[in-house]
């Protein structure tokens, strides 16, 4: 009996001083602060710059309504977000007077880039960076020349999330300036010198009125969710070969549930727009989208600096691929499955051996493909497919072995494109 009072007493005490400890070491927590910036009520901020520099890591930064001429870099674990105020919701982040600056270098190309918003590590150590509820428009930028290149929202060697964010008007001061590799809405990059994994996703956003690129993804050890968003191109235009979502350089992760519209190059330059491209990276999940009225629809393209192999291409519908292919795979042992096909000018699925030793081993099955001039193109030397069953409707052929439709075919290239050379893509660097 006195061994069980003395245990008793024993832990009791421990629980005791547990729970004192327990309340020592949550009143040395510190909570989230909330900053905000603007004219509505409580704000103590005029320009968010301002307030990120005083933000601790963790920190909340508030957005009123109102525009803001400013670049702003972040390089603290934060939340910055726009709020509502009465009947007003917009926060905008317009180029400064005077315009854009460079304030980053890519890490796969080395050219310098402007970005309106800049999320990367500096001194501080950066987990993780939130951004709701913003608009970064680009007008009126000042950037007249190729560099530095006109980003809109970048994260660089930084894992975070974009929701709920509208992107636009990211493109060159100078209409003159078509050929240049300039003009992003959001670009996440990844160079493998850094440690860890780069994890970002961008959902529910809107993108649009960019010059080169809607949503990119680069560079090794990048890894992104690219879901639910709505990309919209320029239209037909001589600016520039544009892509509306871009996973390239060795980034991995998923394409899912967007909608990507009007990617459309027009001239004799000889390289055309599309609406999803997947550029030397692998493993890639494409699966969901709505992809229209582009040149290419969705295209998969190994390079000599890396393959583009074993993507996913999934319950994606696809429409209205002007001069090219509704799926281009000049990849190899990929599979694309259960896609709705309509209206490719070339094929609806393209085994394009023209990327060296590629368009081998895919397989293409339970696709639904409505009017192109092949349903299924087989490009000349590829091997291994698994080509049925799919279902064809109004195709002129519904297969092909060949590298290209023949231009007599009523339906293939040559509205847009002058020449007879088949265009090729174009990705962001």
Not at 18 to 40: K, Y
Not at 142 to 163: D, E, F, H, K, R
Request: with cysteine; proline share 3%; charged share 10%.
């Amino acid at each position: 009996m006195r061994s069980r009072k003395i245990l008793e007493k024993m832990i009791t005490g421990r629980w005791i001083f547990s729970v004192i400890a327990g309340v020592f070491c949550l009143s040395g927590v510190a909570e989230a602060a909330t900053l905000t910036v603007g004219t509505c009520p409580g704000a103590g901020f005029s320009t968010v710059q301002a307030a990120v520099d005083a933000a601790k890591s963790g920190d909340i930064v508030n957005v009123c309504p109102g525009s803001y001429p400013e670049q702003v870099s972040i390089d603290k674990t934060l939340t910055v977000k726009g709020i509502a105020v009465g009947t007003q919701d917009a926060a905008v982040i317009l180029p400064p007077v005077g315009g854009l600056v460079a304030n980053a270098t890519d890490p796969v190309s080395g050219l310098s880039e402007a970005a309106q918003v800049l999320v990367a590590p500096g001194v501080n150590k950066l987990k993780s960076v939130t951004l709701l509820n913003l608009v970064i428009d680009g007008t009126n930028n000042g950037v007249g020349a190729c560099t530095p290149g006109v980003t809109g929202i970048l994260y660089q060697n930084a894992s975070g999330m974009v929701s709920n964010v509208v992107t636009r008007n990211q493109m060159l001061a100078a209409a003159a300036l078509s050929g240049c590799d300039s003009g992003s809405g959001i670009r996440v990059e990844a160079s493998s010198d850094v440690a860890g994994i780069k994890l970002v996703t961008v959902q529910k956003s809107t993108v649009h009125d960019y010059q080169k690129n809607g949503i990119t993804a680069l560079g090794n050890s990048g890894s992104i969710k690219f879901l639910s968003n709505s990309v919209r191109g320029q239209g037909p235009t001589t600016g520039g070969p544009a892509n509306g979502i871009q996973v390239s350089f060795g980034a991995v992760g998923q394409v899912q549930d967007n909608d990507v519209i009007d990617n459309i190059n027009i001239g004799a330059n000889g390289f055309a727009a599309s609406g999803i491209l997947i550029f030397a990276s692998s493993k890639v999940q494409v699966i969901g989208n709505t992809v229209g009225n582009n040149q290419f629809g969705v295209a998969a393209e190994t390079s000599t600096t890396g393959t583009a192999d074993k993507t996913l291409i999934k319950s994606n519908e696809i429409f209205g691929t002007l001069d090219i292919d509704g799926i281009d795979l000049c990849s190899n042992n990929n599979v694309v499955n259960a896609n709705t096909i309509a209206s490719s000018d070339e094929a609806g699925v393209d085994l394009d051996s023209g990327c060296g030793s590629t368009g081998n081993g895919n397989k293409v099955t339970g696709n639904t493909i409505n009017e192109a001039c092949a349903g299924i193109l087989v490009g000349s030397g590829t091997s291994g497919n698994t080509i049925t069953p799919n279902s064809f409707f109004n195709v002129t052929n519904t297969t092909l072995s060949a590298d290209v439709c023949p231009a007599s075919v009523s339906g293939a290239r040559g509205k847009l494109q002058s020449g007879s050379a088949r265009p090729v893509l174009a990705p962001s660097y």
